[in-house]
């Protein structure tokens, strides 16, 4: 069983940035497609960004390409995603995903079949 959590999330005004961490435990975290959702208010839940196992492939969606960063050390067990040139409508809950079968999982959601429990991100005007 793996055990996803996120932190780093809160409240930012537009221009600025947030890193967020995922912790995932009780697995083999380097083997692991690893990936970032969000989903914000009466929306569907939002591909953002995904990392391979090893770190060397990512993949962003159009709306957050140049701005924000996943990354990975694998030693920590730990997925990152920098957030810079933050607007209002990057607000959403921001999930972290491990895909336990994968080394890259890409953007589709069912390929992931561990989640975190969210957190919030609000980027005030």
């Known amino acids: 069983q793996v055990h996803v959590v996120e932190s780093g999330g809160g409240l930012v005004q537009a221009g600025g940035s947030l890193r967020l961490s995922c912790v995932a435990s009780g697995g083999t975290f380097s083997r692991y497609g690893m990936g970032w959702f969000r989903q914000a208010p009466g929306k569907e839940r939002q591909f953002v960004a995904a990392i391979s196992a090893s770190g060397g492939i990512t993949s962003y969606t159009d709306s957050v390409q140049g701005r924000f960063i996943i990354s990975r050390g694998n030693a920590k067990n730990t997925v990152y995603l920098q957030m810079n040139s933050l607007n209002p409508e990057d607000t959403a809950i921001y999930y972290c995903?491990?895909?336990?079968?994968?080394?890259?999982?890409?953007?589709?959601?069912?390929?992931?079949?561990?989640w975190g429990q969210g957190t919030q991100v609000t980027v005030s005007t």
């Open positions: 995903a491990a895909d336990s079968y994968r080394t890259y999982s890409g953007s589709y959601p069912a390929n992931y079949d561990y």
